[in-house]
Each structure stands twice: as C-alpha cells, then as structure tokens.
C-alpha cells in the first residue's frame, strides 16, 4: 500500500510543480511582450524623429543649391 500511495504523492507533486512553472514562463511572456511592445514604441519614435531631421536636412540642401 505505501508504494501506491507514493506514486500518487510523487505524481501530484509533479503535476503541481509543472503548474507553478507554467505561471511563471506566463508571466515571464507577458512581461516580455510588455518590453517588445515599450521598444517597438521607442524605435517608432526615433524614426519619426529621423525622418523629420532628414526633411529639415533636405530643405537646407535645397535652399544652399
């Protein structure tokens, strides 16, 4: 009786092990897309301000021909 007892402790323990690990790599992912989401905003950001000092740059190349 004990080893059946065991198998079944040592299965819950697994399951329940397997279930803790689970929220975690959830909350892992979700923090992760909170930090792609944050940096693709950033990268947006730059580009305009990229593109609008290469339009003032293009104006004051215009204006020197």
Do not use: C, N
Not at 1 to 18: E, S, Y
Not at 30 to 47: I, M, N, P
């Amino acid at each position: 009786m004990f080893w059946p007892m065991l198998a079944i402790a040592l299965g819950f323990l697994g399951i329940a092990v397997l279930g803790v690990l689970g929220v975690r790599v959830f909350l892992e992912a979700r923090r992760l897309g909170r930090q792609v989401a944050a940096t693709a905003e950033r990268v947006s950001r730059a580009a305009e301000d990229l593109e609008r000092a290469a339009a003032g740059l293009a104006r004051t190349g215009e204006a020197l021909r």
